[in-house]
């Protein structure tokens, strides 16, 4: 197969919007190929006992997930399972469709490896998701984003996120609660105590699917706590923490809009998740991601409490290797610390 290094240099030719749609077109088409997707599958997909878990009531493979906002439509799936990954976390996906913020809205830091993101929610609506979703037959776990439409009042929140959640519960294998996004104006102060308790209050009467929480890297360390503490207390699966941070000191030419993501919020995003793990492993399921570029990043959150992780930016930095390579290193980490199975070091460090 080709080197990464020069597709890479030929997506990085183009604006970072288009480069992501002129990727989502060939990694879509090319799983509709059964000889293409099988070579990938056999390529990047690892399948060792060693990385399997049983976890919100369903197999994962590889703990490696693809997070939230590369796969807006789920229209890649199938290709998601073909680069390796271990599960899928689609959306954030909103009742109706919304074009998101205005362009240029996307931003690389090549040199620091990270990203800059102020989309907005742009996808196509919950009919069509659905509608994808619908079509596919995949292999992996399903997680899916959910979020509110921009237009939407503060107070008519909570029936967005419920309209939502009965809609897609027999449809997937857990719904992440988006409340922490910086790109929808006062989305995130939605993450207070009497929202979630109201939201997870309702969702469970409905809900036939874990339902997941994902916080942001920004929230601080006592709010966080609090929130996470009530959101469990009334139903909550699980935590993911983070989402990207707009801590504009990260990045020496940062704009000073939207979110970002990549190798510079590794230590920030690290520091929320094992915050949260020192709380509540053991009392909930935890999903760690932020800034993950490599095994021993993987390793370091799994030995903190991490059950399963998620990357988006170093997908685009390293290339469809990415998941071969973390789950390569991942076996060699667990064997030579003598685990029979990553159950046994998530949270080996607490
Ligand atoms: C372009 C872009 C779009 C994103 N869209 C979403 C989204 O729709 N929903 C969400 O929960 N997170 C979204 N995220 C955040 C990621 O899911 C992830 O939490 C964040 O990028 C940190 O992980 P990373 O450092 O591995 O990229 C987005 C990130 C990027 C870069």
Do not use: W
Not at 11 to 35: D, M, V
Not at 79 to 94: C, D, I, K, P, R
Not at 148 to 162: H, L, P
Request: glycine share 6%.
């Amino acid at each position: 197969m080709i080197k990464y290094k020069y597709i890479k240099n030929l997506l990085f030719f183009f604006e970072p919007e288009t480069a992501h749609n002129i990727a989502e077109f060939f990694l879509e088409n090319f799983s509709k190929i059964k000889p293409i997707k099988d070579l990938f599958i056999k390529k990047y997909f690892i399948d060792k006992k060693i990385i399997n878990q049983t976890i919100l009531n369903t197999t994962f493979k590889n703990p490696i997930g693809l997070a939230a906002g590369f796969d807006k439509n789920a229209t890649m799936i199938d290709a998601t399972y073909m680069l390796g990954f271990g599960y899928t976390e689609v959306g954030t996906v909103t009742i109706k469709a919304q074009k998101g913020n205005e362009k240029p809205r996307l931003f690389r830091f090549e040199k620091e490896k990270s990203l800059q993101n102020a989309m907005g929610f742009n996808n196509q609506g919950a009919d069509k998701l659905l509608e994808n979703i619908k079509k596919i037959k995949t292999n992996i776990p399903i997680g899916i984003s959910i979020g509110k439409n921009k237009t939407t009042k503060e107070s008519d929140a909570v029936d967005e996120y419920i309209y939502l959640i009965d809609k897609f519960t027999n449809e997937c294998d857990y719904i992440a609660i988006n409340i922490s996004s910086p790109n929808t104006p006062n989305l995130r102060d939605l993450q207070n105590k009497s929202f979630v308790k109201e939201l997870f209050n309702r969702a469970i009467a409905i809900a036939t699917k874990p339902i997941l929480l994902k916080v942001s890297a920004d929230i601080n360390k006592t709010n966080a706590i609090e929130l996470c503490k009530t959101a469990i207390k009334y139903g909550c699966s699980g935590i993911i923490a983070t989402n990207t941070t707009i801590d504009y000191n990260l990045l020496d030419e940062a704009k000073d809009f939207g979110g970002i993501s990549g190798e510079v919020i590794k230590e920030k995003s690290f520091e929320l998740f094992d915050t949260i793990a020192q709380e509540f492993f053991g009392k909930t399921m935890l999903i760690s991601v932020g800034g993950i570029t490599d095994a021993n990043d993987v390793y370091k959150r799994i030995k903190a409490g991490a059950n399963l992780v998620q990357i988006y930016t170093s997908l685009i930095y390293e290339g469809p290797q990415i998941c071969k390579n973390i789950n390569t290193e991942l076996v060699k980490l667990l064997k030579k610390d003598g685990f029979d199975c990553i159950s046994e070091a998530v949270g080996a460090n607490r």
